[in-house]
């Protein structure tokens, strides 16, 4: 009787695998080990890629901040190499990076948003942005931002993957709202990059909704570069 080499014998059992119908407590299992790995590795660039999980019929689906082929070995090598478990995310390797949000400017002496520097460090995990109302009406918006990056002669969306609260904020005029903003160095590293923050608010009777942007650049050599209060 012929035998078949080790290497069918396991692409055999791992088809079996995939074709098979797990029991709910497999899954649950595979998923919660994903997690547990992610929080014993702080820190890492592909714990930071592991943003969200779920449960599907016959298979785990792990949704990565940045998904292309480099990444998705990386997850198979280190963590899983099961066929129970699905990579889903933004793959820059066959999808283009989407464009940066458009959107109207307030006029002048309304809004503003400004980051607390002009430069900043490669590797610099978050940057301190500040709302102005300088107008006459409140100025409302959300948590939900957009991080791009000047690449190829254009603005480009970076995919955060993150997931925002549903809260409104109300800024009345003449008041400061700061809040920081995210640049996940590990999963988008760069040494020299111009970056912009992108988020939209609005003001109301009558409606107005502008697209409030605040730039500054990744650089090795930072000077003092504080913006003017």
Request: aromatic share 10%.
């Amino acid at each position: 009787m012929k035998r078949l080499p080790a290497l069918s014998i396991l692409c055999l059992c791992l088809s079996a695998a995939a074709q098979r119908h797990p029991a709910e407590r497999e899954l649950r299992a595979l998923q919660d080990s994903v997690w547990h790995w992610r929080a014993s590795h702080p820190g890492d660039p592909l714990s930071d890629n592991i943003r969200a999980s779920g449960q599907t019929e016959n298979a785990v689906e792990v949704h990565l901040m940045r998904a292309d082929s480099v990444v998705r070995s990386d997850f198979r090598r280190r963590l899983h190499d099961s066929p129970l478990i699905r990579l889903c995310g933004f793959d820059p390797d066959t999808t283009p990076y989407p464009a940066a949000p458009e959107g109207e400017v307030p006029p002048a002496g309304t809004a503003s948003m400004q980051a607390e520097y002009a430069f900043y460090a490669p590797g610099t995990e978050q940057v301190a942005l500040t709302i102005r109302n300088a107008g006459d009406r409140e100025l409302l918006f959300g948590e939900e931002y957009t991080l791009c990056r000047f690449q190829n002669d254009r603005w480009e969306t970076l995919p955060a993957g993150g997931i925002w609260h549903s809260l409104l904020h109300g800024l009345r005029p003449g008041r400061e709202y700061r809040f920081p903003a995210r640049l996940e160095p590990r999963i988008y590293p760069a040494v020299y990059a111009r970056y912009r923050i992108c988020k939209r608010a609005y003001a109301e009777n009558p409606r107005r909704d502008w697209l409030l942007t605040a730039e500054f650049t990744l650089t090795p050599f930072v000077p003092f570069t504080r913006f003017n209060e």
